[in-house]
């Protein structure tokens, strides 16, 4: 693997000297129950990883319209989520180190439920920053996972993987579609955004026999840390990072502005609801059948082809249909987020180590999220200059293209060489 050499020596000595252990002593010797629990709390956790983001996607409109924050405001709030993912996700690999993956999603899953619950108070301050909390916790808990996952279900990683990232979509798309009745049936935006934290309590509370059973593992208490950083001088880093990038870029753009767009289009905010739920459904078996295309032998590079393309005819179908086919571009735009779990995967194995990993995840998160955060901003900084939506979807679709190639590359033999073989 060219490149990855002169990164790989340090995590490895790790790898042979602090993470071996629990590899082979504590696994064998972990309770059903704390599998059990382990389970429960990967898909309590999945649940609530996107709805603190869809709850407020499908509610932007409404929410600007009862609060009354102008066009510079409207464009931050969808920003917020991809910069503390940058920001508060960097910060992941050194909080783990500290206090162990366990303990490190726990607090996560802490801020992002009083985040959440923050965001009920019907202000624009408290909006944003309810915003900030709870997505600075999503941050850290989404670049923790892969090593939770590794650590935990060291020999079912693409089973986890799909669970975790299956349930994540489920719950985004049961948020999406119920958030606009709720506000209704509440009678505030607000306060429908804000009864999303409910789910992230019942997730902190899930994962607390996790972390109490991780407390009194003495062997954890060593693990080490590799930096990410120098990571990214890698080919591995950097290919993880760019396929990172690009993935939540357009991801990210379109979760955030699509019911609005639709909106904008002619569609009532009901069934820009319903398209946005439709668009996120069809990503859930998406997920599903791209892995398990990308799990037979030589097939990880048609998978990721496959994602890649179709989200370039969504984007194009968006671009060009009218308002009134828009569950064309939803189906074909929900098939190529699956590639999310793809991704994941190849994340949860691309380490030498579980330090390694967190490593990993770290870079290609922190610095992705970083970069992607261009992708809702500008869109709505592009739609209020231009007043359309041309614009922003033909770059969107240029991106979509630049996710082709950048497949390409990440599947070659050195870099899918892993992620076909566990």
């Not at 050499?5 to 490895?12: F, Y």
């Amino acid at each position: 693997m060219p490149g990855t050499p002169p990164a790989s020596p340090p995590a490895t000595a790790q790898a042979r000297t602090v993470p071996a252990a629990p590899a082979t002593g504590s696994a064998p010797a972990k309770p059903r129950s704390a599998v059990v629990f382990g389970v429960i709390a990967l898909v309590l956790i999945g649940l609530n990883l996107r709805a603190g983001i869809t709850g407020a996607s499908a509610l932007l409109h409404d929410l600007q319209a009862v609060l009354g924050y102008g066009a510079l405001v409207a464009s931050i709030i969808p920003s917020i989520p991809t910069l503390c993912f940058a920001l508060a996700g960097a910060a992941t690999s050194w909080l783990t180190g500290k206090l162990g993956v366990e303990k490190a999603i726990l607090l996560s899953l802490a801020l992002l439920a009083g985040g959440l619950m923050l965001r009920g108070i019907p202000a624009t301050g408290m909006l944003v920053a309810g915003s900030v909390v709870g997505m600075s916790g999503l941050a850290i808990c989404n670049v923790a996972m892969p090593s939770f996952i590794r650590e935990h279900f060291a020999s079912r990683t693409s089973l986890m993987t799909a669970v975790y990232t299956v349930t994540m979509t489920t719950g985004g798309t049961l948020t999406s579609v119920a958030v606009v009745p709720l506000a209704h049936a509440l009678g505030s935006p607000s306060a429908a955004v804000g009864a999303v934290g409910i789910a992230a309590v019942a997730a902190f509370v899930g994962f607390l026999p996790v972390a109490l059973h991780a407390h009194r593992s003495t062997v954890r208490t060593t693990a080490g840390h590799v930096s990410p950083w120098p990571l990214l001088r890698t080919r591995k880093g950097q290919l993880l990072t760019a396929i990172f990038t690009l993935q939540a870029l357009l991801a990210y753009a379109v979760l955030s502005w699509f019911p609005y767009m639709l909106t904008t289009m002619g569609l009532s905010a009901s069934d820009s609801g319903l398209m946005f739920g439709l668009m996120q459904l069809v990503s859930v078996p998406a997920g599903m059948v791209l892995i398990a295309i990308g799990a037979r032998p030589r097939m990880l590079r048609p998978a990721f082809y496959l994602a890649s393309i179709i989200m370039a005819a969504g984007i194009a179908a968006l671009l060009s249909l009218p308002v009134a086919l828009a569950a064309v571009p939803a189906v074909l735009i929900g098939f190529g987020l699956g590639i999310f779990p793809l991704v994941m995967v190849m994340i949860s194995r691309s380490g030498t180590s579980t330090a390694e990993t967190t490593a990993l995840s770290t870079l290609a998160q922190s610095s992705g999220y970083l970069l992607a955060t261009a992708g809702p901003f500008g869109m709505g900084l592009l739609h209020s200059a231009t007043g359309g939506w041309s614009l922003p979807l033909v770059l969107l679709l240029v991106l979509a293209l630049a996710q082709i190639v950048v497949s390409h590359l990440i599947t070659g033999p050195a870099m899918s060489r892993n992620a076909e073989g566990k």
